[in-house]
């Protein structure tokens, strides 16, 4: 496995194969939580290169297994997406990708959210020490669950 910090914005292939992943991973989620109104799923080639996020990804040759986005604050990094391709589940790389961030943090608290009924995410983050913070609707009709991790 091959880990890189492309940007989607200044390479068409990465946000491409980016994309496709997001939406793979997240359709998956809409069916765990029963609402495929997720915004994950609604971006588009323009959305996912906007230039708001650091990457940080997981390769096994040209195929893209998983991906990990998050924002800098000065006191805390918001993890913004975690995916992973459904056919690499259950492989450590969600695991690893968020050992990049905590590492790249410098002991900011991270912050984290994922539907509230997505089991899968939900072991994740606890398995790793987060600690669920509040419930949220957003959509209406759509919950999330939000996880710091001092």
Not at 42 to 53: F, G, L, N, T, Y
Not at 79 to 103: N, Y
Not at 111 to 134: Q, W
Request: proline share 7%.
């Amino acid at each position: 496995m091959i880990f890189s910090c492309p940007d989607p914005a200044l390479d068409p292939y990465f946000a491409a194969k980016l994309l496709s992943l997001q939406h793979e991973a997240y359709a998956l989620e809409a069916e765990l939580v029963g609402d495929d109104r997720l915004p994950p799923l609604q971006e588009d080639h323009e959305a996912i290169a906007e230039p708001r996020v650091q990457w940080c990804t997981a390769w096994d040759g040209v195929d893209l297994l998983g991906a990990i986005s998050w924002h800098e604050h000065e006191d805390h990094v918001d993890i913004e997406r975690v995916m992973v391709s459904p056919a690499a589940h259950r492989h450590g790389i969600a695991t690893a990708l968020l050992g990049h961030v905590r590492e790249d943090a410098h002991g900011r608290e991270l912050v984290v959210s994922t539907g509230r009924d997505n089991a899968p995410g939900v072991t994740l983050y606890l398995k790793h020490g987060f600690m669920p913070v509040e419930d949220e609707e957003v959509p209406p009709g759509i919950w999330i669950t939000r996880f710091r991790l001092s």
